[in-house]
């Protein structure tokens, strides 16, 4: 059997489409079509079922994909093991938001670029986009908190992320601790926000984790809007813009000098959890397992 044929067809299976498949491939749309139609007829038996939008695998499609997928990717392995054995430099494309990219994966990956990758960074803040470009080829490993669904795409939980409400010295002092432990977030109403979209996600998980209500957006409105959490941040450091809810790796630091102050320190803290997530099979290239099994090892610490 044709060994492109099995590769195209594994491609399809994945990805659950001709058209991302043909992506990924570099091959187009119509080529992907026919080389499965080549196969379904030299087995004689469908192997996917077409959808409006995608296709599925039918059962012989989905037997054939678990027989033929693990020996690929063995191929592959030893393809990029040659590769590596003549000093081929790979470059590995990471995305993910820019502030966990920064402070987090970066930092962890650097070590690597001494021993034969280039390192490409692309900040993205949504968790959709990310995926997509991530589906499209555009990136090999993304960290996102959004876990994804299909076969396309393998994650494996990287950290929790513990989320702090915060303020500066100046509004911390004008806050009633008691009330603010016996009523709630009542008691933050009419201080300043800071947050990173008008709809306040964080603050919103927050509110819901901690208080069991949601923000009144009557009371309780975002004054500073900033697209990162490293000017949220600076913006709460520097007294006048008031509070924000931020992951504690970024504003332990500021926490620690008495820059800012938690207002609660609940028994069970909000968290949320980093997924880092490749295409299906993609791991048996070297150099990106090597960055995968890096960040996971990092991750023991953060």
């Not at 570099?26 to 409006?52: C, D, K, M, W, Y």
């Not at 599925?56 to 392995?77: S, Y």
């Not at 975002?222 to 006048?240: I, K, S, Y």
Request: proline fraction near 6%; glycine fraction near 6%.
């Amino acid at each position: 059997m044709d060994l492109t044929l099995l590769r195209t067809f594994v491609a399809v299976h994945r990805a659950g489409s001709f058209t991302r498949a043909a992506a990924l491939l570099g091959l187009s749309q119509p080529a992907v079509t026919s080389q499965i139609r080549t196969l379904e007829r030299q087995l004689g038996r469908p192997l996917f079922h077409r959808r409006a939008r995608g296709v599925t695998p039918t059962a012989v499609g989905d037997e054939l994909a678990h027989k033929a997928a693990p020996h690929l990717d063995a191929l592959l392995r030893i393809t990029e093991a040659e590769r590596e054995a003549a000093g081929a430099l790979r470059t590995l494309h990471v995305a993910g938001p820019p502030e966990f990219l920064c402070l987090r994966v970066l930092p962890a990956l650097a070590v690597l670029v001494g021993q034969g990758h280039t390192l490409r960074a692309a900040p993205q803040t949504g968790a959709e986009a990310t995926l997509d470009g991530l589906a499209a080829g555009h990136h090999d490993l993304v960290i996102t908190t959004a876990r994804p669904r299909g076969g396309l795409f393998t994650a494996t939980a990287l950290c929790d992320e513990e989320h702090v409400l915060v303020a500066a010295p100046y509004w911390a002092a004008l806050v009633d601790m008691d009330r603010l432990r016996e009523e709630g977030s009542a008691a933050l109403d009419g201080i300043p926000l800071v947050e990173v979209h008008e709809s306040l996600p964080l603050v919103t998980r927050y509110w819901a984790t901690v208080f069991n209500t949601l923000p009144d957006a009557r009371s309780l409105a975002a004054t500073v809007v900033v697209p990162d959490l490293r000017a949220v941040l600076e913006c709460v450091r520097a007294g006048g813009a008031g509070l924000a809810v931020l992951p504690r790796y970024l504003c332990q630091d500021a926490l620690d000098s008495g820059r800012i102050v938690a207002l609660t320190e609940p028994a069970v803290p909000p968290l949320r959890t980093w997924f880092l997530v490749v295409r299906t099979g993609s791991l048996a290239l070297a150099h990106l397992a090597r960055a995968h099994d890096r960040l996971l090892d990092a991750a023991v610490h953060w």
